[in-house]
């Protein structure tokens, strides 16, 4: 072991904390955790949850190295915390010291990818007379799901270390925490540090106060430096990305705004790497900083000119707004001098604004343009696929998350982790964090991403544009799902590979121009061969729900038909099949709506209109309140039912 590697488990050492009850006794120590702020320390929700279950707000004890302090409960990610099984992506919490205490904080790693190899485990572990604190040597072999990181075995680290931090000693960054041993066995799980970005607001707020202080250049009492302990040596520092380099820039960063979207910092990244992808999924981007973390190639970084093209783009999208930062752009100009490729220059004193990312023109409010929902390649999607639990009654549901970013194949983002599934009236509290925030963190700034809800066709009627995720909307802003985004229905059991009827039919209707509403059930016998033979410029009607009696039917002989699109009407319908006048009002104001389509891709976005009408108490808009769309473009198929990747060591 070296001397810089003393110095660096040194720092770490003075980072970590263990947790006490609060009533001044020395009990058994819940767990670990580490200070990543001043004041915000980041540990493993498990490790607090047996204590905090009956009152978050209960006070306790955060003990290490030189500082005791009192803390509470900031936000953990846990949706039940009442159950003992404690999914991988919800199992963080942050906590907040009561007062003012100096301490030092560990640096985070910037790096979008999950770590792989050898690292430190570190954490407190209960011995007479106090607690003691270990490092372990550990090893990552393999992935699991989103933010999961497998402990090899043959690595045994005793019971009070769960919350403890993960160091990288190669590039001197915490990289993730401890989440548990194996029972009866050595190894383990850790959570890798992207997941603190679930967190949301909260993350960006610690984040920028993490950046700022490191961006101080804080010296330890042993007169070490976090960034200072993590330099090498290189033959031309200005060809070069250094650590030192990185805590400037973010330092600089967390002084600006936070970007206003997820897409705008994927764009800016995309161009500073001249429209290159980087590899693997994109995580989630809610600052300046996860942008640049999307800048490396394992644990390499890339060129400093790609680095200093992407802050030059935050810079410019920042005095695009009135929110420039002189010392910003001054540090870029001062870093470039250091690079002596100066016919290279130009990719980042040339670099200019992608034009959707410019304001709109001061005085345009924003436009009631009709955006086009987006085909293969086209843009983001995201998916939610409902599975109805087999022989349950009443019936119950397991959920499953997809997001299609537009540049490559859709990927898991969440799955339903309960063993019961979940009743209809359960779905919006349980999608509430993991689907809630996927859409809240993808939309752009007037473009929010397009949701598709996937349900066998006898649960169409399940008022999916109802749901609204925030218990408190702003004035401004439509709460329910239907009337904030493009929302529309498709076919579960449509998974996998279209067949040749459903695409014929949709690329017939995806090239027309105008369209007709086709009154479905036809009145009469019900003739299954009326729906194959359908003009191809109809778009099935029907004045009652799909999930049962004769619309039910109607539905199942349009599937089998490939209509890929159709409206509906989810409420009540005399039984005895006679249609009222309501019933004939409601399909004159369809086709009237249809009329008004330039192509079948508006057709989501101009329903969306007119529910973000009734949600705005427009009364000549009420008639569409109840109705559902499926739109199921077979060029996009569902994913099958056994595709969940696979990350083995």
Sequence with gaps: MSER??????????????????????????????FVAPGWVLTAAHVLRPHLVADRTTVFRVRGEGIEAEARLAQWLLTDPRSNKVPMAEDLALVRLADEHPHECVWLTDRAARHSGALKACGYYPGPPEAHFRIVDAEINGHEDTYGLIIKPDIDFP??????PLLDPGTGAVVGLIKSRRKEKDGGKAVAIAALRRFGETYREVMTAHDRWHGE?????????????????????????????????????????????????????????????????????????????????????????????????????ACARDAGSPLLAGWITKRLRHDTRRHFHAMVRDVTLPDELRPRPEGKGPERVVISYPGPG???????????????QPVRFFWQIWYDDGDGLPEVHETDSSVHGYRPDELVQALRVPLGGLLESKD?????????????????????????????????????????????????????????????????????????????????????????????????????????????????HALNSGHAVALWHIGPHPERGVCLPECDTLHARVEKFLETLGSLAELPDRLRIVRQDISEQHPDSTWAEPLALLYDDPRRPLPGEETDPVDAP
């Excluded at 019971?159 to 403890?164: L, T």
């Excluded at 190639?297 to 060129?303: F, I, K, R, S, Y």
């Excluded at 939610?384 to 022989?391: A, E, H, K, N, S």
């Excluded at 579960?492 to 695409?503: K, S």
């Design 5 to 34: 590697d003393d110095r660096l488990f040194d720092l770490v050492r003075a980072a970590t904390v263990h947790f006490l009850p609060a009533d001044g006794k020395d009990g058994p120590l819940w767990g670990s955790g580490f």
């Design 159 to 164: 019971s009070g270390m769960s919350g403890g």
């Design 217 to 317: 250049e804080p010296v330890s009492e042993t007169g070490d430096n976090w960034i200072d302990l993590q330099c090498g040596p290189a033959a031309d520092p200005g060809a070069v990305w250094t650590p030192r380099d990185r805590r400037k820039a973010l330092a600089l960063l967390a002084a600006l705004p936070h970007p206003p979207d997820e897409p705008t910092v994927k764009l800016i990244a995309k161009e500073a790497r001249s429209g290159n992808q980087w590899p693997g999924g994109t995580p989630e981007l809610r600052t300046w900083r996860d942008g640049l973390g999307l800048l490396y190639e394992g644990t390499a970084p890339l060129d400093p000119l790609v680095f200093l093209r992407y802050l030059r783009l935050v810079e410019a999208h």
């Design 378 to 392: 086209d843009g983001p999607v995201v998916a939610l696929l409902l599975d109805p639990v087999i022989g349950a």
């Design 444 to 556: 752009r700034e007037g473009h929010p991403v397009p949701l598709e809800v996937a349900l066998p066709a006898e649960h169409f009627d399940t008022a999916v544009h109802r749901w609204r995720f925030a218990d408190i909307a702003a004035l401004n802003d439509p709460g329910h799902l239907g009337a904030r985004r493009r929302l529309v229905l498709r076919a579960l059991e449509r998974r996998g590979d279209p067949d040749n009827l459903w695409l014929d039919r949709w690329r017939h209707m995806a090239g027309g121009r105008r369209f007709q509403g086709w009154r479905m059930p036809p009145p009469g016998a019900v003739d299954p061969s009326g729906y194959r033979t359908a003009e191809r410029d109809r778009i099935p009607v029907m004045c009652r729900p799909a999930g049962q009696g004769p619309g039910r039917v109607a539905m199942k």
